[in-house]
Antibody, heavy 123, light 108 residues
Framework: QLQLQESGPGLVKPSETLSLTCTVSGGSIGTSTYYWGWIRQPPGKGLEWIGN???????DYDPSLESRVTISVDTSKNQFSLELGSVTAADTGVYFC???????????????WGQGTLVTVSS | SYALTQPPSVSVAPGQTARITCGGNNIGGKSVHWYQHKTRQAPVLVVS???DRPSGIPERFFGSKSGSTATLTISSVEVGDEADYYCQVWDVRSDRVVFGGGTKLTVL
């Protein structure tokens, strides 16, 4: 059974960089047809996609965050990571990592999710 | 940019049928997926590619699409179905994931 687990600081100061890692177990991050993504949920709001990465390192980011986001992958550790720079209180929320399955160029959905980790941006 | 529209809330009594809609421009040409999200839990995929149910999802969960609207239908609703439900597509034009705003299902 595939499992994903987020880890990282729960408190980040404004203007600093939020860094999270997702560790994948029960399967290889280097498998074709799967992308690996980050999604967040601000308090009282809905799910927001941040971005995806393929094991080769190819990335897609949401345009609203693209200037501040970097997603990277470490296949040797079966992990992928998120860095979000210049954070503000608006970046507070629960951050999820997830596996995205690609059936075709137009069919991509998240079939496994981590439990999520709360990150608060505050001084 | 592409957007999906969901009603903020839907309420039904136990045993009744809940219908949660998801609207978007040319949604008929896109593959729609649905997630159930309970508080402090990981979201769960309940329908993929418009109407496919992943293994372990009860037959009470049914996805459909007509015109410019996709619908998640939950029959014989149970108290345990109370959750937020999100629709999602992959926008090929912009290479991005798009989520609907979410619908809170309340079981009265």
């Amino acid at each position: 059974q595939l499992q994903l687990q987020e880890s990282g600081p729960g408190l980040v100061k404004p203007s600093e960089t939020l860094s999270l890692t997702c560790t994948v177990s029960g399967g290889s991050i280097g498998t074709s047809t799967y992308y690996w993504g980050w999604i967040r949920q601000p308090p009282g709001k809905g799910l927001e996609w941040i971005g995806n990465i393929y094991y080769s390192g190819s990335t897609d980011y949401d345009p609203s965050l693209e200037s501040r986001v970097t997603i990277s992958v470490d296949t040797s550790k079966n992990q992928f990571s998120l860095e979000l720079g210049s954070v503000t209180a608006a970046d507070t929320g629960v951050y999820f990592c997830a596996r995205q399955k690609e059936w075709s160029a137009s069919i991509r959905y998240f079939d496994y999710w981590g439990q999520g980790t709360l990150v608060t941006v505050s001084s | 940019s592409y957007a999906l529209t969901q009603p903020p809330s839907v309420s039904v009594a136990p045993g009744q049928t809940a219908r949660i809609t998801c609207g978007g421009n040319n949604i008929g040409g896109k593959s729609v997926h649905w997630y159930q999200h309970k508080t402090r839990q990981a979201p769960v995929l309940v329908v993929s590619d418009d109407s496919d149910r992943p293994s372990g999802i009860p037959e009470r969960f049914f996805g459909s699409k007509s015109g410019s609207t996709a619908t998640l239908t939950i029959s014989s609703v149970e108290v345990g179905d109370e959750a937020d439900y999100y629709c999602q597509v992959w926008d090929v034009r912009s290479d991005r994931v798009v989520f609907g705003g979410g619908t809170k299902l309340t079981v009265l």
